[in-house]
């Protein structure tokens, strides 16, 4: 009989210690958790205000491009032929400067990330 007593006291006890043990794991388990969530909103967050400036970015790049074709439409004169040849040494008649572009027409052209971007040299030296 004392052996039966014996075995329920162990038998009790390794079912608290058990007990004990899943609280703490669910416990540790829950912090786990809270702290993957705050990395991903974190994470989230990065992400959204890296589009935020990537976007920003392509419109300052469309606004400074139109203000180019704006400006180089009003230096050059509308008809080819009264044009000096070395007018602009630096810009090609094929020139992505000189062909007017149109809406959206080049989108997956420009807007990659996976090509070299090798920015225009102008006339006066800078580059963009």
Not at 20 to 36: I, R
Not at 106 to 121: D, F, V
Request: proline letters at 8%; hydrophobic letters at 35%; charged letters at 25%.
């Amino acid at each position: 009989m004392e052996e039966l007593g014996s075995l329920w006291t162990t038998y009790h006890e390794s079912t608290d210690e058990l007990k004990q043990k899943l609280l703490f794991t669910t416990l540790e388990l829950e912090s786990v958790k809270t702290l993957a969530t705050d990395e991903i909103r974190k994470s989230e967050e990065n992400v959204n205000n890296l589009l935020n400036l990537l976007n920003v970015a392509y419109k300052e790049r469309d606004d400074a491009r139109a203000q180019l074709h704006k400006l180089l439409n009003k230096i050059m004169p509308s008809n080819p032929i009264e044009a000096p040849i070395n007018m602009f040494p630096h810009v090609q008649p094929e020139s992505p400067l000189v062909i007017p572009t149109k809406a959206n027409s080049s989108i997956t052209e420009s807007n990659s990330l996976s090509e070299t971007y090798n920015p225009p040299i102008f006339p006066c030296g800078i580059s963009i």
